[in-house]
């Protein structure tokens, strides 16, 4: 898959600063992690679409249980796109055959550029 780049690959946050940011938005930090890796689960709305994004991350040092972790985002990736009403989202397109070109890429670098800036100090 030619997914678009993105600039929170391989940065470096505490956790919690993961959760104050991206929890208001209703992300979901997901509950099945293990101790050392887990992955967060956005939806960003743009231009009428709804796309599922999945960012996994893992534990710096130590386990994602101790207070203060820090943690590395690795690449993210996107689960679908909805097109649909906020209240019946269901993905109407797979990714994982996707090629991400002409206005698709546009869209998915417009997506995880509002990652990014979710990321930004205050």
């Known amino acids: 898959m030619n997914s678009p780049h993105s600039s929170v690959e391989n940065n470096i946050y505490p956790l919690h600063v993961l959760e104050e940011r991206f929890r208001p938005g209703g992300s979901v930090i997901r509950a099945n992690w293990d101790y050392e890796r887990s992955a967060i689960d956005l939806t960003i709305e743009e231009k009428g679409?709804?796309?599922?994004?999945?960012?996994?991350?893992?534990?710096?040092?130590?386990?994602?249980?101790?207070?203060?972790?820090?943690?590395?985002?690795?690449?993210?990736?996107?689960?679908?796109?909805?097109?649909?009403?906020?209240?019946?989202?269901?993905?109407?397109f797979s990714v994982a055959?996707?090629?991400?070109?002409?206005?698709?890429?546009?869209?998915?670098?417009?997506?995880?550029?509002?990652?990014?800036?979710?990321?930004?100090?205050?």
């Open 97 to 122: 055959s996707h090629d991400w070109s002409g206005a698709d890429k546009r869209a998915g670098e417009v997506i995880l550029q509002k990652v990014a800036e979710l990321l930004l100090p205050g």
């Open 49 to 92: 679409s709804h796309y599922f994004v999945h960012i996994p991350f893992y534990a710096v040092q130590g386990s994602l249980d101790f207070p203060g972790i820090t943690v590395r985002l690795e690449k993210p990736y996107f689960l679908g796109r909805d097109t649909s009403e906020l209240d019946s989202v269901t993905p109407t």
